[in-house]
């Protein structure tokens, strides 16, 4: 049974809709049916969003690099 696991940072005024959550679903269960022959009635995909203040690059907070716009 495989597992996909998408993370992505949960912005602040930007919301990720339950369209594209779906999209995001539709498209990972794709590529491993397309790609490794997988069958996708079995293949779970989870999506995760996490606060800014949760995820770091380079020894910082995206937080922080999103207030000096990177």
């Known amino acids: 049974m495989p597992y996909i696991n998408i993370k992505i940072t949960k912005e602040q005024g930007k919301v990720v809709t339950t369209e594209q959550k779906q999209a995001l679903i539709k498209g ?3 590529l491993l049916q397309n ?3 997988k069958n996708p ?5 989870v ?3 996490v606060e800014t203040d949760n995820w770091g690059i380079g020894g ?3 937080t ?3 207030k000096r716009g990177e």
């Open 47 to 49: 999506i995760d969003e």
């Open 60 to 62: 910082e907070t995206i």
């Open 35 to 37: 790609v490794l022959g």
């Open 64 to 66: 922080e690099r999103r």
């Open 41 to 45: 009635k079995t293949t779970v995909v």
């Open 28 to 30: 990972a269960t794709e």
